[in-house]
């Protein structure tokens, strides 16, 4: 198996399991990744997803051993970017908060692939690397849309084009990802997140990624539409009621996760 996924209560941990080749993703990975999202959205019980990598790395991006190339012959990466995008688009629709734990090196599609997720911690010694350029490509499962975004267009640029490796204190500093914690602490911080996310109010989170993601396109009146209309959305959840009785009980709330 490529992906171990362990169960939890309210949340599931899904972790890259192609320690040897620091794993980076081919073909059967893809095919098992997007089946245990896709698991973990069908379980009513599950409302979080912690993702991370076995062994010393995180995901050092596609295993080149896939898509070795000939001479004389002209590659079609065509079916491999379809792949990612299908993986990104997934990820990125989850109706659940995803917690990535970068423990270790995440370099190309494996570095966007973290990008993707909603809340990203990484270990202090790990690192982000763009490395298309060393090979003659571009960035792809995102990393043209997510790097600009979260880094800005200077460092955006110079990330892709000089394929350096970005540590992870200065990735957070940047604000590429929410928080570098000791390497030791990493497990620990990250399971404690992912299990208050999966505590959560879960249609409330899903409904804010739908925000934020539509505003990078919307103008501010489109914008303010869409609030309007999933804040009504959010308020007829029996979340909500739960949220405001909490509050004024002063108690901890118990939210379900329930349309």
Excluded at 161 to 183: N, S, T
Aim: aromatic share 6%; glycine share 8%.
């Amino acid at each position: 198996m490529t992906i171990l996924v362990e169960t939890r209560p309210n949340y599931r941990v899904i972790t890259l399991n192609r320690p040897d080749r620091l794993n980076s993703l081919n073909t059967q990975m893809h095919e098992e990744l997007m089946w245990e999202l896709d698991a973990a959205e069908t379980d009513e019980e599950c409302r979080a997803i912690l993702l991370t990598g076995a062994g010393r790395g995180f995901c050092a991006g596609q295993d080149l051993q896939d898509v070795q190339v000939t001479d004389g012959e002209v590659p079609d990466l065509r079916a491999v970017l379809e792949r990612y995008n299908a993986l990104v688009r997934r990820l990125r629709g989850l109706r659940m908060p995803v917690v990535c734990a970068v423990n270790g090196v995440a370099a190309g599609a494996g570095a966007n692939l973290a990008f993707a997720c909603d809340i990203v911690l990484a270990a202090q010694s790990a690192n982000f690397i763009q490395a298309f350029s060393r090979i003659g490509l571009i960035p792809d499962c995102g990393g043209t849309w997510f790097l600009p975004r979260l880094a800005g267009s200077a460092r955006a640029r110079a990330l892709a084009i000089l394929a350096e490796p970005l540590p992870a204190e200065r990735a957070a500093e940047w604000g590429l990802i929410w928080r570098a914690v000791e390497d030791d602490k990493l497990g620990e911080e990250a399971l404690s997140l992912v299990a208050r996310l999966a505590e959560g109010a879960t249609v409330g989170y899903a409904l804010i990624k739908q925000a934020l993601d539509a505003s990078e396109a919307n103008s501010l009146d489109a914008q303010l539409d869409l609030e309007r209309d999933l804040q009504q959305e959010a308020a007829e959840t029996p979340d909500y009621a739960e949220g405001v009785r909490a509050f004024v009980e002063k108690r901890a709330p118990k939210f379900t996760g329930r349309r």
